[in-house]
């Protein structure tokens, strides 16, 4: 479970859908942090508005203290004044030292450009800390956590989603699956770029027997294109794990713009491992096996 979790916050329905999954995701003796980012002009606000800027913080402030009482959760509220939502929120999180930002799905406000709009998205990229993104509706249907699932192809990012998913199903008492996304790039072939079925099923059989040597996780695998095979997969869990290759929580997963696309179609709450949290992760593993080594051998 997470220690240090921010929600984002815009007053509609997507800071509600993630304060649902945050208090989900949160460690029980875990800090909660709600946070809203207004907007600053470069134009305006350089030491011009001083006005303008105490106007917005208020506001924002505000918005806060009605989305806590809303979902009646004991949260810290910070405010946070920027030249983009994204950029502000992945401030907020390094400042912070947070291990997980939480955001919602909805493409209306301010956040659903977090997952749109390319400035913003540029912005995310390189979040210091773990992302996930409640679909929207969440928070009008919350479930218990029944399956987690994980994407896995066998790299390290995927080895490190598996780590964290197993964690999480364990602490919340879950079932366990990982599934293998399995496609083949056209310059493999010198004639049609698609496959023959022959060639289909046996890689499927191949991933299948990949993904069933992990111990605990029940295996699937599917032919066809990443993000919608993930997508798909997604309808049958409760939360979707995955490991990022690129440096922010928007960007490649797999490969391409699957993360993208997963953000607006993933059936279920969304949790990408960027690699800042994988490279954090790794530190922490290593200082554990240190210090359990020392003691063993002060012992």
Not at 24 to 40: M, S
Not at 72 to 85: E, I, K, P, Y
Not at 209 to 216: G, L, T, Y
């Amino acid at each position: 479970m997470f220690k240090n979790v921010i929600v984002g916050v815009d007053g509609g329905e997507g800071g509600r859908d993630a304060i649902v999954l945050a208090k989900l995701l949160r460690a029980e003796d875990g800090k909660l942090t709600l946070a809203c980012v207004y907007h600053r002009d470069p134009h305006v606000w350089r030491g011009s508005s001083p006005p303008y800027e105490a106007a917005e913080e208020e506001r924002a402030h505000e918005l806060l203290e009605k989305a806590q009482q809303a979902a009646s959760v004991n949260a810290q509220l910070r405010s946070h004044g920027s030249t983009s939502v994204g950029r502000g929120l992945h401030e907020l999180a390094e400042a912070s030292g947070a291990d997980l930002l939480v955001l919602g799905s909805s493409r209306r406000g301010l956040l659903g450009r977090v997952l749109i709009g390319d400035d913003t998205r540029a912005a995310l990229n390189g979040a210091p800390c773990a992302v996930a993104i409640a679909p929207a509706g969440h928070a009008q249907h919350p479930a218990l956590m029944h399956e987690i699932g994980v994407g896995y192809d066998g790299s390290p990012e995927a080895e490190h989603a598996l780590r964290i998913a197993r964690n999480l199903a364990g602490e919340l008492e879950t079932k366990l699956s990982a599934f293998e996304a399995v496609s083949f790039p056209a310059y493999m072939f010198t004639g049609p770029p698609i496959p023959d079925q022959a060639t289909i099923e046996k890689a499927v059989h191949a991933a299948r027997e990949r993904v069933a040597k992990i111990d605990d996780a029940e295996p699937h695998a599917a032919y066809g294109k990443p993000a919608e095979e993930l997508a798909l997969y997604s309808a049958s869990l409760d939360l979707l794990v995955i490991g990022s290759r690129s440096y922010g929580p928007i960007g490649r997963l797999v490969h391409g713009s699957v993360a993208q696309q997963l953000a607006r179609t993933a059936r279920c709450p969304l949790l990408v491992l960027t690699r800042a949290a994988r490279e954090a992760d790794a530190t922490r593993v290593s200082l554990d096996e240190r210090e359990a080594t020392a003691a063993g051998a002060e012992t």
